[in-house]
Structures are given as C-alpha cells and as structure tokens.
C-alpha cells in the first residue's frame, strides 16, 4: 500500500498525503483536519477499510470536505427545518404508557439543552404545530455559523436521521454511551415493538437506522 503520512500547511491544517499526493474528494477536494490527532486516525480508517468501496466513514469524510459556501447555507437551513418539528417537543396523550417513557428519556435531554442555551422550551401533548420563542431560531442559527465542517455535517446528518436539534446537539457536545442515545430516538419503534409484536420488515429497517447512526457517532469521535 502507498504510504500515507500527515502533512501541515501554511493555513495551519493537517493535510493527508498518498504518496507525493494530497488525499482528495471524489470532487477533488483535498482532505484536511484541524489538528494532527485527528489526521492519524483518519489514516488508520483509510488502513482498515478500502477507499474506493462504499463506506459510511468516506461518504461522511468526503461530504465534509466538499462544503462550500453554497452547500453551507444549504445544510444550515434544513438544520433550522427542525426548530419547531423536534421530536421531543412532541408527547403522547397525557398520562398514557408512552408519555411517560418519553418523559424519562427526553426531559434530561430537554433539561440539559435549556440549561446550557439558557432557554425554556415548549412541549405539547399533541400533533399540532407548536411554535418556540424568537430567540431560540436565533441562538440555533449562531451556534451553526460557529461548526466546523466536521461539526456541521455530524449535525446534519443526526438531525436528519433523529428528526431532533436538542438531542444532535447534546450528542455532538457531550461524550454519551450510543446505547443511551439510541434509546431516547427509538422509543416509539420499540414501544409498537412491545405492544404488537416484532414486525420483520420494521425491524429490519430499525437495524439498519441503528447502523447508519452508530457509523455517525463513530465518525464524530475521529474529531473529539
């Protein structure tokens, strides 16, 4: 295998070099990271897994690299798409079995998130369409303007597949078990699970989200 070795540059990155040549997305991009702990681990998934083979870890490496302002602005409102949508905002019937399980793995995440935002949040035991404070869509916006390109695509890509801010974010700033978090965004598959029985095809697609998700947590931590 070519060697593959770390390289800084003059904007103080850390650039990944093949050979005599810098690693690139399939756009032709270069690679870098923010800092050289990171740059290793990078090359020790390149020396694990095959670069040209389909892999979750590329696609999220590659897809961060190739944000340009365009696609930023892009990223940043499907993001804010989920402001007033957050599946924790949104309860069973009051007093029902599910409620309950939801309040014992939501409420810390919503107690955690008020606390380090200084914000209070609306929940409702309903469908309806609920709309938070003003200030809240402008603190959301300023903590997205501040992510790196590694922060911002492990965001997307947690809140696309969580339909929730308040749990990516705390997931993206605080070190949790991925059993803990996949607990909290799989309440109501699980619940159904309980009370009708395991559906083969369900289940399946359930493994399958649980996998992608776990892919997503694992690419985070090459950056913590």
């Given at each position: 295998?070519?060697?593959?070795?770390?390289?800084?540059?003059?904007?103080?990155?850390?650039?990944?070099f093949?050979?005599?040549?810098?690693l690139?997305?399939?756009?032709?991009?270069?690679?870098?990271?923010?800092?050289?702990?990171?740059?290793?681990?990078?090359?020790?998934?390149?020396?694990?897994?095959?670069?040209?083979?389909?892999?979750?870890?590329?696609?999220?490496?590659?897809?961060?690299?190739?944000?340009?302002?365009k696609?930023?602005?892009?990223?940043?409102?499907?993001?804010?798409?989920?402001?007033?949508?957050?599946?924790?905002?949104?309860?069973?019937n009051?007093?029902?079995?599910?409620?309950?399980?939801?309040?014992?793995?939501?409420?810390p995440?919503?107690?955690?998130?008020?606390?380090?935002?200084?914000?209070?949040?609306?929940?409702?035991?309903?469908?309806?369409?609920?709309?938070?404070?003003?200030?809240?869509?402008?603190?959301?916006?300023?903590?997205?303007?501040?992510?790196?390109?590694?922060?911002?695509?492990?965001?997307?890509?947690?809140?696309?597949?969580?339909?929730?801010?308040?749990?990516?974010?705390?997931?993206?700033?605080?070190?949790?078990?991925i059993?803990?978090?996949?607990?909290?965004?799989?309440?109501?598959?699980?619940?159904?699970?309980?009370?009708?029985?395991?559906?083969?095809?369900?289940?399946?697609?359930?493994?399958?989200?649980?996998?992608?998700?776990?892919?997503?947590?694992n690419?985070?931590?090459?950056?913590?």
């Amino acid at each position: 295998m070519t060697r593959l070795e770390v390289k800084k540059n003059k904007n103080e990155e850390y650039l990944i070099f093949k050979g005599k040549s810098p690693l690139k997305t399939k756009m032709g991009n270069q690679i870098s990271t923010y800092n050289l702990k990171s740059a290793k681990k990078i090359i020790c998934e390149i020396k694990k897994n095959n670069l040209e083979k389909e892999n979750n870890f590329f696609n999220f490496l590659f897809y961060s690299n190739d944000i340009d302002n365009k696609q930023r602005i892009i990223i940043e409102k499907n993001i804010t798409k989920f402001t007033d949508t957050d599946l924790v905002f949104y309860r069973a019937n009051s007093g029902s079995e599910l409620e309950s399980i939801q309040k014992k793995f939501w409420d810390p995440f919503i107690k955690y998130y008020e606390e380090s935002f200084n914000i209070k949040l609306k929940v409702c035991n309903s469908i309806m369409p609920i709309k938070q404070i003003d200030s809240y869509y402008k603190k959301i916006k300023k903590i997205l303007k501040s992510l790196n390109k590694y922060d911002i695509t492990v965001l997307f890509f947690l809140v696309e597949l969580t339909n929730s801010i308040v749990i990516s974010f705390i997931v993206l700033n605080k070190n949790m078990s991925i059993d803990q978090i996949w607990k909290a965004i799989s309440i109501e598959e699980k619940y159904n699970e309980k009370k009708w029985g395991i559906d083969q095809e369900a289940n399946q697609k359930l493994l399958l989200k649980k996998k992608f998700f776990t892919d997503i947590i694992n690419f985070k931590n090459i950056f913590k």
